[in-house]
């Protein structure tokens, strides 16, 4: 699983962050952004969670 945060859609709520930490974390512009370039198989589910949750629909997942 691979996905990405959209930096034109993100509107910086932090959902994706309180969610699964261990994927996603602030960039320099206070958007989010992912950490890691392929999501371990262990944190798929959580990854997938903050996906979903997000409000403005700004994570992709590229697989």
Known sequence: MDVY???DLCISCGTCI????EIYDWDDEGRAQTT???I?????ECAQEALESCPVDAIKQTE
């Not at 309180?18 to 930490?21: N, V």
């Open 18 to 21: 309180d969610i699964c930490p």
């Open 36 to 38: 890691c370039d392929d």
């Open 40 to 44: 371990p198989e262990d944190l798929e």
């Open 5 to 7: 945060v959209d930096p």
